[in-house]
């Protein structure tokens, strides 16, 4: 069992995921409000949100390296004391060009905080507490893209934009003070000198990948001008890994994706990733530009994915540890697909109820498949790569959940061009979006009976089915 102080440090980084999380999707519902006060256009404002997730996409990679250069402790208080105050900056920003800027300042902290506190956490974690340990970091991940439709409606329906922002103070002021007091002191590593050459390319290739996710999602851009940035993205990428893979000391190890658990959770796990973070955009788009709901009112149906969420949270280790990884993901990303594509089935005419069920049971499954690959991902990684696989998971899946929106945009516009109405071209992008989920289901059934069974608690019984099920697989390989 998890003691008291290491629960205490899983919820912290909970929060501060939480923080992130939420600032990266609920200014766009302050969007009219902002480029009111600050004299410019709605589409402009969307800049602010997109140099957010490009500064997030951009810096993640460098966790894993400050991190054993500084120790981790120094870098997460720094980075809870820079999003903290780049936060206060952000409410008292006179004009666009200055509010950019402090979301820029908002987003460096946030790729620092919440990689490396998940790195603290998992250091020293036995296995067998992995679950519990990850099922408290990863549910306010996964509420805050919920919640920020409502909540983001409420701030700017009563009170000012800029309270989106304050709030981050007083939070980021106790994370703080709770961060000093859990976290003991380390002793900094002695890591290789830092990959110069890697962070460029690295760098280069995600910050252009994410701006071409922004210009696909702008209705004011190009298709020339997306297809540029992505060619660049592509180019950069491939330059990245090809250097990554040759260098002796590279910024972040590839070598860690040779493990089939871990490659499976960093790469299909991110295509759920960025399922679970686009169907929150869809929804309240539908509800409101289709269906006529207000913004509370959507906001409010919204929220029963979090429902779901925090619903099935309890009884997500228990699950893990009577089923196993492969069955549980296997069911949840079908599950996840199915909540997806049945929301092509609304119409106005729908029961708000049937809406909030069929919500519900999307955010269940959503939770338990991003626990389970979150938990799987370490399971299986040695203690000396942990921070490199830490550095390559939180990299992917902060990078599908920026690419989420504009794989839903994508998906909306070819729907709006295939079919006569804009229901049905909501229902050629929920059911694309649900589709997607096949691959990392197949996924899922490739990996092995026996996959993560390290991070789990399991009877006699548990494990003689266990071996009976590696050994069917071995006989039928």
Same mark, same amino acid.
């Given at each position: 069992?998890?003691?008291?102080?290491?629960?205490?440090?899983?919820?912290?980084?909970?929060?501060?995921?939480?923080?992130?999380?939420?600032?990266?999707?609920?200014?766009?519902?302050?969007?009219?409000r902002?480029?009111?006060?600050?004299?410019?256009?709605?589409?402009?404002v969307?800049?602010?949100?997109?140099?957010?997730?490009?500064?997030?996409?951009?810096?993640?990679?460098?966790?894993?390296?400050?991190?054993?250069?500084?120790?981790?402790?120094?870098?997460?208080?720094?980075?809870?004391?820079?999003?903290?105050?780049?936060?206060?900056?952000?409410?008292?920003?006179?004009?666009?060009?200055?509010?950019?800027?402090?979301?820029?300042?908002?987003g460096?902290?946030?790729?620092?905080?919440?990689p490396?506190?998940?790195?603290?956490?998992?250091?020293?974690?036995?296995?067998?507490?992995?679950?519990?340990?990850?099922?408290?970091?990863?549910?306010?991940?996964?509420?805050?893209?919920?919640?920020?439709?409502?909540l983001?409606g409420?701030?700017?329906?009563y009170?000012?934009?800029?309270?989106?922002?304050?709030?981050?103070?007083?939070?980021?002021?106790?994370?703080?003070l709770?961060?000093?007091?859990?976290?003991?002191? @380390?002793?900094?590593?002695? #890591? #290789?000198?830092?990959?110069?050459?890697?962070?460029?390319?690295?760098?280069?290739?995600?910050?252009?990948?994410?701006?071409?996710?922004?210009?696909?999602?702008e209705?004011?851009?190009?298709?020339?001008?997306?297809?540029?940035t992505?060619?660049?993205?592509?180019?950069?990428?491939?330059?990245?890994?090809?250097?990554?893979?040759?260098?002796?000391?590279?910024?972040?190890?590839?070598?860690?994706?040779? *493990?089939?658990?871990?490659?499976?959770?960093?790469?299909?796990?991110?295509?759920?990733?960025?399922? +679970?973070?686009?169907?929150?955009?869809?929804?309240?788009?539908?509800?409101?530009?289709?269906?006529?709901?207000?913004?509370?009112?959507?906001?409010?149906?919204?929220?029963?994915?979090?429902? @779901?969420?925090?619903?099935?949270?309890?009884?997500?280790?228990?699950?893990?540890?009577?089923?196993?990884?492969? #069955?549980?993901?296997? +069911?949840?990303?079908?599950?996840?697909?199915?909540?997806t594509?049945?929301?092509?089935?609304?119409?106005?005419?729908?029961?708000?109820?049937?809406?909030?069920? *069929?919500?519900?049971?999307?955010?269940?499954?959503?939770? *338990?498949?991003?626990?389970?690959?979150?938990?799987?991902?370490?399971?299986?990684?040695?203690?000396?790569?942990?921070?490199?696989?830490?550095?390559?998971?939180?990299?992917?899946?902060?990078?599908?959940?920026?690419?989420?929106?504009?794989?839903?945009?994508?998906?909306?516009?070819?729907g709006?061009?295939?079919?006569?109405?804009?229901?049905?071209?909501?229902?050629?992008?929920?059911?694309?979006? @649900?589709?997607?989920?096949?691959?990392?289901?197949?996924?899922?059934?490739?990996?092995? #009976?026996a996959?993560?069974?390290?991070?789990?608690t399991?009877?006699?019984?548990?494990?003689? *089915?266990?071996?009976?099920?590696?050994?069917?697989?071995?006989?039928?390989?």
């Open positions: 069992m998890m003691d008291s102080r290491r629960r205490g440090i899983a919820l912290l980084v909970a929060g501060c995921f939480f923080m992130e999380m939420l600032d990266g999707t609920i200014v766009s519902t302050a969007a009219p902002i480029a009111h006060d600050l004299h410019t256009t709605p589409s402009s969307g800049l602010i949100v997109t140099a957010y997730l490009v500064t997030l996409a951009v810096l993640v990679p460098l966790s894993g390296w400050l991190a054993a250069r500084f120790g981790p402790r120094r870098v997460f208080l720094t980075a809870i004391a820079v999003f903290t105050l780049a936060s206060l900056s952000c409410a008292l920003a006179p004009n666009l060009g200055v509010l950019v800027a402090t979301r820029v300042l908002q460096a902290g946030g790729a620092m905080m919440v490396v506190g998940r790195l603290v956490v998992l250091t020293g974690t036995d296995r067998r507490d992995l679950p519990r340990a990850v099922a408290y970091i990863v549910w306010p991940g996964l509420a805050a893209p919920v919640v920020a439709p409502l983001g409420a701030i700017t329906t009170a000012s934009w800029q309270w989106i922002f304050l709030l981050n103070v007083p939070l980021g002021a106790l994370a703080l709770v961060a000093r007091r859990l976290i003991a002191p @380390g002793v900094p590593d002695t #890591p #290789p000198p830092l990959d110069l050459l890697g962070v460029l390319l690295t760098c280069t290739g995600l910050a252009a990948l994410t701006w071409a996710a922004h210009l696909v999602s209705t004011r851009s190009t298709p020339v001008q997306a297809a540029v992505g060619v660049i993205a592509v180019v950069a990428l491939v330059a990245a890994v090809r250097h990554l893979l040759r260098t002796p000391h590279p910024l972040v190890n590839l070598r860690a994706l040779d *493990v089939p658990s871990f490659r499976a959770a960093a790469l299909d796990g991110a295509l759920c990733m960025a399922v +679970v973070s686009a169907v929150p955009f869809l929804l309240p788009l539908l509800f409101q530009e289709v269906f006529g709901w207000g913004a509370v009112k959507s906001g409010a149906v919204v929220l029963f994915v979090f429902v @779901g969420n925090i619903g099935i949270k309890p009884a997500t280790t228990s699950l893990i540890n009577r089923f196993g990884f492969r #069955p549980l993901l296997v +069911v949840s990303t079908l599950g996840l697909g199915a909540a594509a049945s929301c092509a089935l609304f119409t106005a005419a729908t029961p708000v109820a049937v809406i909030a069920v *069929v919500a519900a049971l999307g955010g269940v499954a959503r939770s *338990v498949g991003l626990t389970g690959y979150s938990t799987i991902a370490f399971s299986e990684t040695r203690p000396e790569r942990l921070r490199d696989a830490n550095a390559l998971f939180a990299t992917s899946h902060q990078l599908a959940a920026g690419l989420g929106v504009a794989i839903a945009t994508v998906a909306l516009r070819g709006a061009a295939l079919t006569d109405g804009p229901r049905a071209a909501y229902a050629v992008a929920f059911v694309t979006l @649900g589709a997607l989920c096949l691959a990392p289901m197949a996924g899922a059934l490739r990996l092995h #009976p996959a993560g069974d390290a991070a789990r399991i009877t006699a019984g548990q494990a003689s *089915v266990t071996r009976s099920a590696v050994s069917d697989s071995r006989k039928s390989d």
